[in-house]
């Protein structure tokens, strides 16, 4: 299994830059598919970005254009850089590690707090 701590949340002002970290041990990092959730106050957790063990990324639509995804397979590490940042990004954001199929795995981080607010 992996396990994963996330990294990275604080308080930025609206239009501010911020960029998340998760770092992964305990596993073979890179045959692993990684995402961002987050989860605002009385909301359901939502998905906000993926990028599968080969490099290809989805995002969700309210987050398209501000957000990149990445990750360094070399250092066991994935990031999510969140630019033009608001308000309503607010959120508990959680990193996620999965397999898909027969040999299903799921794991995620604590989640770290990011507030945007002026």
């Known amino acids: 299994q992996v396990q994963l701590v996330e990294s990275g949340g604080g308080l930025v002002q609206p239009g501010g830059s911020l960029r998340l970290s998760c770092a992964a041990s305990?596993?073979?990092?890179?045959?692993?598919?990684m995402g961002w959730y987050r989860q605002a106050p009385g909301k359901q957790r939502e998905l906000v970005a993926t990028?599968?063990?080969?490099?290809?990324?989805n995002y969700a639509d309210s987050v398209k254009g501000r957000f990149t995804i990445t990750r360094d397979n070399a250092e066991n590490m994935l990031y999510l850089r969140m630019n033009s940042l608001k308000p309503e990004d607010t959120a508990v954001y959680y990193c996620?590690?999965?397999?898909?199929?027969?040999?299903?795995?799921?794991?995620w981080g604590q989640g770290t707090q990011v507030t945007v607010s002026s």
């Open positions: 990028i599968a063990s080969g490099g290809s990324t």
């Open positions: 996620n590690a999965f397999r898909v199929g027969p040999a299903g795995y799921s794991s």
């Open positions: 305990g596993s073979i990092f890179r045959i692993y598919d």
